[in-house]
């Protein structure tokens, strides 16, 4: 498993590098105000790599761009880590899932910039290594000592935390039965986030918990990928809404609990269930 420690290095220090560049690129530029094809003023942020993007966007992604910081941290780090623990491999393939997440997101959902290659070198890279890490730890034959975890609650976990994103219909479907553009859409054609989750993670959530209240061993594997996911996601939920705060944009009390809070809790719910998950993997590899 030593050539996915290298992988992982590789993804981790490319993309700290690019999210290093939005968080501290700047040319002094300043803020201007624009008319969107739907005839709305936008304020523009007008520096740094993400000069063409909206305020709005600009929160959200170097809210995440603080978050792929500690991410990439966090891989060099078990990358290096000399272990036998195979439950280090399922935390790196959560990380991994996290940092495709946030490339795939720059790249289709953030206005073209100087990086953009760069991204691209990122989207690949991550896709292949985790295809080749999750597909190998699928298929070894191994921990069916999972088995033995008292594990209905864990599933009934995930197909919630998976169905939290179906809060993005509350800004869809109004916006379809009014047949008006998406409250948050500004400048851009779509919203990648809401693809994403409502059309991927949804459906792996639920996937998941079906194979655990199954007893699959892959159903527990995969949970302890998608949890480390759920963990990052809260994590990168606080920085993005600091810095949005700090960049002036006002979010009702609405949006903090609706948007902000579910999230934390949810992270904070995933962190005990995927330490119960780990240590059962941990008692497998001693026995």
């Keep these: 498993m030593k050539k ?38 936008i304020e523009i942020y007008g520096d740094g790599i993400y000069a063409n993007d909206t305020l709005l966007k600009v929160g959200g992604t170097r809210g995440a761009d603080l978050t792929v910081l500690l991410i990439g941290a966090l891989l060099v780090g078990l990358a290096l880590w000399k272990t036998k623990k195979r439950s280090i491999f399922y935390i790196q393939a959560g990380l991994l899932v996290s940092l495709f997440y946030n490339t795939s997101c720059l790249i289709l959902g953030n206005t073209f910039n100087q990086l953009f290659l760069v991204y691209l070198v990122q989207f690949s890279l991550l896709f292949f290594t985790l ?14 000592q999972l088995q033995e975890l008292k594990s209905t609650g864990t599933a009934v976990f995930l197909m919630i935390a998976g169905c939290s994103v179906l809060i993005w219909l509350t800004i869809i479907i109004p916006a379809l039965i009014n047949k008006v553009p998406i409250e948050t859409i500004d400048i851009y054609t779509t919203e990648p986030t809401f693809v994403f989750d409502l059309g991927l993670i949804l459906p792996f959530y639920w ?20 949890l480390t996911f759920l963990c990052i996601i809260g994590i990168s939920v606080i920085f993005q809404t600091i810095i949005q705060i700090d960049l002036g944009i006002t979010i009702e009390a609405g949006q903090l609990v609706g948007m902000v809070a579910s999230f934390v809790i949810l992270a904070i719910i995933s962190v005990v269930q995927l330490i119960k998950i780990i240590k059962k993997m941990n008692q497998c590899d001693i026995k």
């Excluded at 420690?5 to 624009?34: E, K, P, T, W």
């Excluded at 080749?132 to 069916?144: A, G, H, I, S």
């Excluded at 996937?207 to 998608?226: E, S, T």
């Design 207 to 226: 996937i998941c918990g079906i194979q655990i209240l199954k007893k699959k061993v892959n159903g527990y594997k995969m949970a302890a990928i998608l």
């Design 4 to 41: 996915y420690n290298i992988m992982s290095i590789c993804c981790a220090l490319l993309c700290m590098l690019s999210s290093s560049i939005g968080l501290f690129y700047s040319f002094g530029g300043s803020r201007y105000v624009v008319n969107n094809i739907y005839g709305e003023e």
């Design 131 to 144: 295809f080749f890490l999750v597909n190998d730890l699928m298929k070894r034959e191994d921990l069916q």
